[in-house]
């Protein structure tokens, strides 16, 4: 199924939004515990040219995703398999750019987007 959904580009809008990616992949999740966590799983970080947001089934497939995906199946990752309440997190980056950030029960602030690939050479 496939919804489009127009947002301000406000972060406490967007992270509102982001929740729902990471709830969606909780249920995944935990239907789906064969599916490997996000850093074993083989996933790279890649830029978008339109924005699409995927859930973790569909970045498996891809085999990349960009911030809000990869924080998403992390965030729920952490929720489903460690019972850790993370959450993601909006940070604005530039006048018109978001990034998405997952930050961790201990407060710690854990990108998944750096460690899958963001920012490094090609």
Same mark, same amino acid.
């Given at each position: 199924m496939r919804v489009l959904l127009?947002? @301000?580009? %406000? @972060? !406490? %809008?967007?992270? !509102?939004?982001?929740e729902g990616?990471?709830?969606?992949?909780a249920v995944i999740l935990s239907v789906r515990p064969d599916m490997p $966590?996000? *850093?074993? #799983?083989? %996933? +790279? *970080? =890649? !830029?978008? $040219? +339109?924005?699409r947001w995927t859930?973790?089934? $569909?970045?498996? =497939? +891809?085999? *990349?995703g960009d911030c809000e995906d990869l924080a998403a199946w992390r965030c729920a990752e952490l929720r489903v +398999?460690? !019972?850790?309440?993370? =959450?993601c997190v909006v940070k604005r980056t530039g006048r018109r750019t978001l990034h998405v950030?997952?930050?961790?029960a201990d407060g710690r602030i854990e $990108? @998944? #987007? =750096?460690l899958l690939g963001m920012g490094a050479t090609q």
């Open positions: 127009e947002l @301000p580009n %406000v @972060p !406490a %809008v967007i992270a !509102a939004a982001v990616l990471c709830a969606a992949n $966590d996000l *850093y074993e #799983s083989g %996933v +790279r *970080y =890649r !830029a978008e $040219d +339109r924005e859930h973790c089934l $569909d970045v498996l =497939r +891809r085999g *990349y +398999r460690e !019972a850790e309440p993370a =959450r950030l997952v930050r961790r $990108d @998944p #987007s =750096r």
